[in-house]
């Protein structure tokens, strides 16, 4: 069946149970999987965290009434932009709800809530919902070819990535029409924007054969989508390059491979299993004499957290003793702190060194 | 220039009188001369020749000079300068203080008449700027002829004095003080016209008050025609000034009228409208009966007087009767504790026996004093005169028993308006009433006052700043009634702070409180129900429009949904 049909489908029924719970004179209920670390577990054969089922049921009641009335409105606008077709943005979802008198949303973070609700409710990602976001997905330089289509002429249009000089190729919100073609080795997704520069200008691709993503802090739902069709469609291994603390080490590693707890309903399409960690490492911190800062408070606080929490973590002896090793040291390194040896000591030394040993990465 | 010219004649006339009884001539001189240098002196420091300060020393008075210069004060020359301290400090409170005495005289004269008071105020501008007529009169038992020059024109003479007995007036200063504000603001005597009955012809009087003397001067006495069975007509002309709202004149008719049901009034505004405050009970309160002094409440001073001025013959017949609460029997047991016989006469008792006799006293236990020379409004009363006067959803009374504060019997009453076109924001009104009489003054420093900021009203469902008066749509009526009631000052605006008062105003409040939060609890109950109604209705018909368009429903089968689900939720609430 049709996917898009298929969701159709899905929404007629949600919204009549509600209704035959009225006629039955009935509180009208809808139940939502519970969107947080606590409901998810990790299987590494899956290799995402995947939901353990804990629902949380919104029943019709006076202080209810109104995100009742709005979740099914929202709904109703799902529905319509699955049927013709169309998309929207959160923003303009936003504003499309102005027109519904009592029921509008005051602030967008209401409407993106809702929109999340629905996203969970189906067990979809927000863009088969018709739903996109306004952010941009990451960036491209390398040895890549992309085959995206004319939007007018439908005609295939292919993308070279080593073709954009000192600037990248930026990856589009919705990925999954677009083809590949490669002859690299491995994709390197790189936390930092200046790092990526640093590469990109020395043309390190063509040095290393690999794909360079830039993702510009926790990747997007678009960026962690093409990567995992990088990695599923060509076959290549993806290495994670961040900053050492807690911060690159969970919040953009642990989401790049195994997904959200927030968004625990479609991590399924949004990880990349594959990925493995790089670096920087606590332990390289002491190999390459990097220069550091102290730990912060927030830092403390989310490594314990991710030691007692983080289903990911529990699961890998090696990322407890790497988190307990940083925590000992009491501090935090950047990914730019190797420019204390020399500005390009990272691209001529530290990865073709540690790539020279790629067993040795963190799962 | 007019006005210079008007103050330059002001300091004539108040210069005369000085020179006229001015001690002889050189009594005057060392005074001129010590001014003279009192002025020299004064200038020395900012002067250019300091040398000329030496050359002159001051010249000291001599007890002798200083003899010459001291002679009595008279009470009406005192208040004359004084006339803040009775409520003449500006012409607004002036025309307020003259109304307000005039309608408490007649009150106080018709209920011991047994009258039911009829009083017409007018208040009429005369030529001159800022200068009006007021004139009070009153259905009473009239004044007898001969008292008239003395009541109108001559400070502290009245009946209320010397008697314990809740009344309005107390000290015989209040209009007496407002004839002489007019005539020293105008020139113009006080008129007064009189009837005591029907048969006998009316007395107009036109009197001045002799200040050195504090005696009246009569400049008219004739009998003339007046059809009325009997009252009493006060004119007085005065500098002064009419406004409206807080303070006004119209506020303390208003406010009379709600302590005082059974008094019609009518107000002649200056602009000729005519203000009625109608009677809304037929029955005059019931006359307080007047008592003998609490021993509790008798200083020693007093007590050596009344000892020096009783005619009984022995001190156990002396304590006897001329105090209340204090039987032969109790008499004699204060006797034998203060070590003095009761067969003694009062007139010998020495002034050590005096006060083991004031100390045996106040050792004793005494039973509280009488409370039947009270008068309080009554709740029922009190209720009638908020209702007739203010529009509210909830009414509530509250008459506390007798208690008493240094011997004195006293009564609180509380009366609560809430709701209804009060303004809701604002912070309450306070209406404070001393023996029925509205106080319209210094409402920060009375007790009244205190007790109200210190009662918690967010207890009672009301809300209410750290050390402010409530806010929300609420009028709240505390009357004191006592015999003697203790003004913190003559011109009787605020009531003194004793704690036995404050506490019995609380307990009053805190009643009327606790019934005000019942009102105001089920009625927040039944908004919050309304509210929460509103809100369902709201957002049910989104709900509809949703389940519509998802499942494409005819527009019946919608509206059929809206019903079901206001039912489903209508029931869920209750």
Redo the contacts between chains.
């Keep these: 069946m049709n996917p898009s049909k298929k969701i159709a489908g899905q ?2 029924d949600t ?2 149970g ?2 035959s719970k ?2 039955r ?3 009208p209920t809808l139940s939502f999987p519970l969107r947080s670390l606590t409901n998810v577990t990790y299987q590494p054969k899956k290799g995402f965290l995947q939901l353990k089922g804990k629902k949380k049921v919104r029943t ?3 202080a209810t ?2 995100t ?3 979740t ?2 929202m ?2 606008q799902a ?2 932009l699955v049927e013709t077709d169309e998309i929207m943005t959160k923003r303009e979802a936003y504003y499309v709800s102005k027109n ?4 509008r949303f005051d602030e967008q973070p209401e409407s993106d809530t809702v929109i999340d609700d629905i996203e969970a409710l189906f067990e979809v990602n927000r863009e088969q919902l018709g739903f996109i976001p306004e952010e941009k997905g990451g960036e491209v330089a390398g040895k890549l070819v992309v085959i995206d289509r004319d939007s007018d002429t439908n005609k295939p249009l292919r993308i070279d990535c080593t073709k954009f000089g000192s600037g990248a190729y930026s990856i589009p919100i919705s990925v999954e029409h677009l083809k590949f073609e490669t002859k690299a080795k491995f994709v390197l997704a790189i936390e930092t924007a200046g790092m990526f520069q640093r590469l990109v200008k020395h043309n390190y691709w063509r040095k290393a054969d690999c794909i360079l993503v830039s993702m510009g802090g926790v990747p997007t739902r678009a960026c962690r989508r093409f990567i995992r069709r990088l990695s599923d469609d060509l076959k290549l291994p993806v290495y994670a390059f961040v900053d050492c603390d807690p911060y690159g080490m969970f919040n953009i590693y642990r989401t790049l491979k195994v997904g959200s707890g927030n968004a625990a309903h479609i991590n399924q399409f949004f990880c990349v299993p594959n990925a493995r960690f790089l670096g920087v490492t606590p332990q390289d911190i002491v190999d390459y004499e990097l220069p550091t800062h102290p730990l912060k408070e927030i830092d403390i606080k989310r490594a314990r957290d991710a030691i007692k929490n983080d289903p990911f973590v529990q699961h890998y002896k090696s990322w407890q003793d790497a988190i307990n090793q940083l925590l000992d040291m009491g501090v935090r390194a950047e990914q730019q702190a190797f420019a204390v040896h020399d500005l390009n000591y990272v691209m001529n030394n530290y990865l073709p060194e540690k790539l020279g040993n790629a067993r040795q990465f963190l799962p | 220039m007019a006005k210079k010219k008007t103050t330059a004649t002001k300091t004539k006339t108040k210069a005369a009188p000085k020179t006229k009884k001015a001690a002889p001539k050189t009594g005057k001189k060392t005074a001129r001369k010590s001014r003279a240098t009192v002025v020299k002196s004064a200038k020395a420091p900012a002067g250019v020749k300091p040398k000329s300060v030496k050359k002159t020393p001051a010249r000291h008075a001599t007890a002798e000079d200083m003899a010459q210069r001291q002679r009595e004060i008279s009470v009406a020359e005192f208040f004359m300068k004084n006339r803040h301290l009775l409520g003449f400090d500006n012409p607004r409170k002036a025309l307020l203080t003259t109304i307000k005495e005039g309608v408490d005289n007649s009150l106080d004269a018709c209920e011991e008449a047994g009258i039911l008071p009829d009083v017409k105020v007018s208040v009429s501008p005369c030529q001159e700027e800022n200068r009006f007529l007021v004139t009070i009169e009153d259905n009473g038992p009239g004044i007898m002829k001969a008292q008239i020059p003395k009541i109108f024109a001559k400070l502290l003479y009245g009946s209320k004095f010397h008697r314990l007995k809740m009344s309005r007036g107390q000290q015989g200063i209040g209009i007496s003080a407002a004839g002489m504000y007019g005539q020293v603001t105008t020139g113009k005597p006080i008129s007064i016209v009189s009837k005591t009955s029907r048969n006998k012809p009316a007395h107009h009087y036109r009197l001045e008050i002799d200040t050195q003397k504090n005696e009246p001067r009569i400049i008219a006495d004739q009998e003339i025609e007046w059809k009325v069975t009997s009252g009493t007509r006060v004119e007085i002309e005065l500098e002064a000034k009419y406004h409206k709202g807080r303070q006004s004149v119209e506020e303390y008719l208003e406010q009379t009228a709600i302590a005082n049901p059974h008094v019609a009034i009518e107000f002649l505004t200056p602009e000729g409208e005519t203000l009625t405050y109608n009677r809304a009970a037929k029955e005059l309160p019931v006359q307080a009966r007047e008592i003998q002094p609490h021993p509790y409440g008798v200083e020693l001073g007093v007590l050596i007087k009344m000892l020096h001025d009783t005619q009984a013959r022995t001190l156990q017949s002396f304590l006897h009767s001329d105090f209340s609460r204090i039987s032969t029997r109790v008499a004699k047991l204060i006797c034998e504790s203060a070590g003095v016989s009761e067969r003694s006469r009062p007139s010998r008792i020495a002034r050590q026996e005096a006060d083991n006799l004031f100390k045996a006293i106040n050792r004793t236990k005494l039973m509280n004093p009488p409370t039947d020379c009270l008068s309080p409004i009554g709740e029922e009363l009190i209720l009638a005169g908020l209702k007739k006067q203010i529009d509210a959803d909830f009414y509530t009374a509250v008459t506390r028993p007798p208690a008493v504060y240094r011997g004195n019997p006293f009564q609180i009453e509380v009366g609560a308006a809430y709701g209804g076109s009060l303004p809701g924001d604002k912070l309450a009104r306070v209406l404070r009433y001393a023996n029925r009489v509205p106080l319209l003054y210094q409402q920060s420093a009375c007790a009244i006052t205190k007790s109200m900021v210190t009662t918690a009203w967010r207890n009672y469902a009301l809300q209410q700043a750290n050390g402010a008066l409530p806010t929300g749509p609420l009028v709240i009526m505390v009357h004191m009634a006592s015999v003697w009631v203790p003004f913190t000052s003559e011109s009787k605006e605020a009531v003194a702070h004793y704690p036995e008062i404050i506490k019995e105003i609380k307990l009053a409040l805190q009643e009327s409180g606790r019934r005000l939060s019942l009102f105001v609890r089920r009625r927040k109950k039944a908004a919050e129900s309304q509210r929460k109604k509103a809100y369902i209705q709201q957002y049910i018909p989104h709900i509809a429009i949703a389940l519509r368009e998802m499942l494409t429903l005819s527009d019946r089968q919608e509206s059929t949904l809206v019903k079901q689900l206001t039912d489903v939720l209508e029931r869920s609430r209750s």
């Design positions: 929404i007629t919204a009549a509600v209704r009225i006629q004179r009935n509180k019709l009641t006076v009434v109104k009742f009335a709005q099914l409105r709904m109703s529905k319509s519904w008198e009592d029921a």
